[in-house]
């Protein structure tokens, strides 16, 4: 089969690679669609999960079912499915203590298994769900995406009536602001730097800070300076950290979502004369099933705003990496 293998750093291509083998409990999945992440983009320029090179990468996918193993019931061949990357091992301390999604041991396509950017991949069959005739497998792909920006806001811990900053319009940012819409909090501001991509959040929420001067004043501004309950960092910058936790009211909370290697400074005074919190927000605590219904959204359809077929990687890469002007999710379909 073809397939999308990162080689070494900064260098990727289309290879010919056996079909994964399955084992008893897993699902051979035909790819519909698989979704290009910022990790994707961050593992082909610096390999920062220390991949075991070259790999098939890609995570973010849909298909359907084209073999299944020996102990599988609930799933046939044929049918439509959203995955998961997460593969817990449901043996180590963290698994037993009910965080699969922070096992030590864990599975993950693109990383420890074979990557979605692939005509075929496996999975464990407690990784996949159906997935709904109506839904595209573009709106498929983002069952993860879904998981991981819904984890962010349970992090959050808001209150109804709740003030939420997201700092970051990717993707990410723009997908945690339409399901913040959907939950009783008394306001969501999105800050972000391009109007292309404010334009996929809903209109009151929308605050582009690049003219700004001040940005932390329009941030609180745009809150009528009652301070914020918390703040999720959706993209990857020390100053939007910096940013974020300068607008938390007395024992905000800030959530650092997006990934920040190496050594970030923190207001540390801040933190203690107001008693802030600071936590992680990575993978997600089972909510997959939680997912599922919110891909019915039409609105997921339009953040996959491209797509391409495998044997165009270059340009589709290029897009994601460079074209945040134009472009929001990338696509392979098949
Ligand atoms: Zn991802
Ligand atoms: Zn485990």
């Given at each position: 089969m073809k397939a999308i293998q990162l080689q070494s750093i900064g260098q990727l291509a289309l290879v010919d690679v056996a079909i994964p083998a399955i084992q008893a409990d897993e699902l051979l999945i035909r790819t519909g669609a698989t979704t290009i992440c910022t990790s994707d983009v961050n593992d082909l320029r610096g390999n920062p999960f220390g991949i075991d090179l070259p790999a098939v990468i890609g995570h973010e996918a849909a298909g359907v079912v084209a073999a299944v193993g020996a102990a599988v019931q609930r799933f046939s061949v044929g049918q439509r499915v959203a995955t998961h990357p997460v593969h817990p091992c449901r043996n180590c301390p963290a698994c037993r203590a009910g965080l699969g999604h922070l096992c030590e041991r864990m599975g993950h396509f693109g990383v420890n298994l074979p990557g979605t950017m692939a005509e075929f991949y496996r999975v464990r069959q407690d990784r996949a769900r159906p997935l709904p005739d109506e839904v595209s497998f573009k709106a498929g792909a983002l069952a993860e995406p879904v998981c991981v920006c819904l984890e962010a806001l349970a992090q959050a811990r808001?209150?109804?009536g709740g003030r939420l900053l997201i700092v970051g319009d990717g993707p990410f940012g723009v997908l945690m602001a339409r399901l913040a819409q959907k939950r009783p909090l008394g306001r969501v501001v999105l800050a972000g730097q391009m109007d292309f991509r404010l334009g996929f959040a809903p209109a009151g929420m929308r605050l582009n800070?690049?003219?700004?001067?001040d940005p932390v004043e329009a941030m609180r501004r745009a809150n009528d300076h009652a301070g914020y309950d918390a703040a999720i960092l959706a993209v990857g910058s020390r100053q939007a950290f910096a940013d974020g936790l300068a607008c938390l009211k007395p024992r905000g909370r800030m959530v650092v979502f997006s990934a920040l290697p190496g050594e970030t400074p923190v207001d540390l005074f801040a933190v203690h004369l107001k008693e802030l919190e600071i936590v992680g927000a990575c993978s997600d605590k089972d909510l997959f099933d939680q997912a599922m219904p919110l891909l019915r959204d039409p609105a997921l359809d339009e953040l996959v705003t491209h797509h391409f077929p495998l044997t165009e990687y270059r340009q589709a890469f290029e897009l994601a990496e460079f074209g945040k002007q134009q472009a929001m999710k990338v696509a392979f379909t098949f």
């Amino acid at each position: 089969m073809k397939a999308i293998q990162l080689q070494s750093i900064g260098q990727l291509a289309l290879v010919d690679v056996a079909i994964p083998a399955i084992q008893a409990d897993e699902l051979l999945i035909r790819t519909g669609a698989t979704t290009i992440c910022t990790s994707d983009v961050n593992d082909l320029r610096g390999n920062p999960f220390g991949i075991d090179l070259p790999a098939v990468i890609g995570h973010e996918a849909a298909g359907v079912v084209a073999a299944v193993g020996a102990a599988v019931q609930r799933f046939s061949v044929g049918q439509r499915v959203a995955t998961h990357p997460v593969h817990p091992c449901r043996n180590c301390p963290a698994c037993r203590a009910g965080l699969g999604h922070l096992c030590e041991r864990m599975g993950h396509f693109g990383v420890n298994l074979p990557g979605t950017m692939a005509e075929f991949y496996r999975v464990r069959q407690d990784r996949a769900r159906p997935l709904p005739d109506e839904v595209s497998f573009k709106a498929g792909a983002l069952a993860e995406p879904v998981c991981v920006c819904l984890e962010a806001l349970a992090q959050a811990r808001l209150p109804a009536g709740g003030r939420l900053l997201i700092v970051g319009d990717g993707p990410f940012g723009v997908l945690m602001a339409r399901l913040a819409q959907k939950r009783p909090l008394g306001r969501v501001v999105l800050a972000g730097q391009m109007d292309f991509r404010l334009g996929f959040a809903p209109a009151g929420m929308r605050l582009n800070v690049k003219e700004t001067a001040d940005p932390v004043e329009a941030m609180r501004r745009a809150n009528d300076h009652a301070g914020y309950d918390a703040a999720i960092l959706a993209v990857g910058s020390r100053q939007a950290f910096a940013d974020g936790l300068a607008c938390l009211k007395p024992r905000g909370r800030m959530v650092v979502f997006s990934a920040l290697p190496g050594e970030t400074p923190v207001d540390l005074f801040a933190v203690h004369l107001k008693e802030l919190e600071i936590v992680g927000a990575c993978s997600d605590k089972d909510l997959f099933d939680q997912a599922m219904p919110l891909l019915r959204d039409p609105a997921l359809d339009e953040l996959v705003t491209h797509h391409f077929p495998l044997t165009e990687y270059r340009q589709a890469f290029e897009l994601a990496e460079f074209g945040k002007q134009q472009a929001m999710k990338v696509a392979f379909t098949f």
